[in-house]
């Protein structure tokens, strides 16, 4: 997906505003959505050393998404449902994974990596995906159709303007004529070996996905001035300040929610 930066700004600095603008954008998001009866719960978060990779930062969260599944998922997941989420950040590489107690056959994984251009370097997962069968979408913050329940025309590309950066208002063919620009590249692998269900819900997962970075990227740039004056420690702060709260609002939910059924077993006993 194709990112676009403030034109006043160097292209070196492309990747650190993206990475601050993701950082924010996420732990925004996560808060809002907490807000709905589900959320993310933030189990971990701190700083990661790899051999190869370098220095990065890792997180493990916890998804609730029980509303979210089709009619024919929640039938056969308990109520209180939740996705593990892992995360290494090597920006500009990141790995992410998805697991799921419940489905131990179950698993997303999405390698992550970003370069200075419009989604032009058709090759740059051939050592991880050589031996894939791959199929290439593009996805265009502006112009692609999102679900009719999450738009909101204050974080519509083709509407919002940005008064920090004069950014904004993109028409057809923004990427041709937008610099600098950037674009996220994601090699997602989704498995889930129990017959008669995979490819139903492998197909799923997928578009789950692909709406999720489509929906995650708009609001990364409608919210470009809440996040644009800010520096690396800002948003980190931002980000633990957003983890406590949201942390609140989703454990308090869930407990509630065990308290219901517990209840709800004695009185039927």
């Avoid at 916890?62 to 089709?70: A, G, I, Q, T």
């Avoid at 179950?106 to 970003?114: A, D």
């Avoid at 909101?152 to 590309?157: F, G, I, V």
């Avoid at 990364?220 to 948003?235: I, K, L, N, S």
Wanted: glycine letters at 4%; charged letters at 30%.
């Amino acid at each position: 997906m194709e990112v676009g930066f403030p034109q006043q700004r160097e292209i070196s600095i492309g990747k650190t505003l993206y990475k601050i603008g993701q950082l924010y954008m996420i732990s925004k998001h996560s808060h809002e959505q907490s807000d709905r009866g589900e959320g993310v719960e933030v189990v971990q978060n701190e700083p990661f050393e790899d051999p190869h990779h370098g220095n990065g930062q890792f997180t493990e969260k916890r998804v609730y998404l029980n509303s979210k599944l089709p009619s024919w998922a929640r039938a056969v997941v308990p109520k209180i449902f939740y996705v593990t989420e892992k995360a290494w950040n090597y920006y500009p590489y990141t790995i992410t994974e998805y697991t799921c107690s419940f489905l131990p056959k179950f698993s997303i994984h999405i390698e992550t990596k970003y370069e200075d251009n419009k989604g032009s370097n058709d090759r740059i997962f051939d050592n991880e995906a050589k031996d894939l069968e791959r199929e290439v979408c593009f996805i265009d913050i502006a112009c692609d159709e999102i679900p009719e329940r999450y738009y909101k025309e204050s974080e519509d590309p083709k509407h919002f303007k940005s008064e920090k950066t004069g950014r904004g208002q993109l028409r057809e063919g923004w990427r041709d004529s937008h610099q600098p620009i950037m674009c996220s590249y994601k090699l997602v692998t989704v498995k889930f070996e129990v017959w008669g269900l995979q490819t139903r819900v492998e197909q799923f997962v997928h578009k789950v996905v692909r709406d999720i970075l489509l929906i995650g990227h708009r609001q990364a740039f409608a919210w470009v001035d809440e996040w644009y004056d800010m520096t690396m420690d800002d948003v980190r702060e931002y980000e633990k300040n957003m983890h406590e709260q949201t942390n609140i609002k989703v454990c308090n939910q869930h407990s509630s929610t065990v308290d219901d059924i517990e209840s709800h077993a004695q009185t039927s006993t």
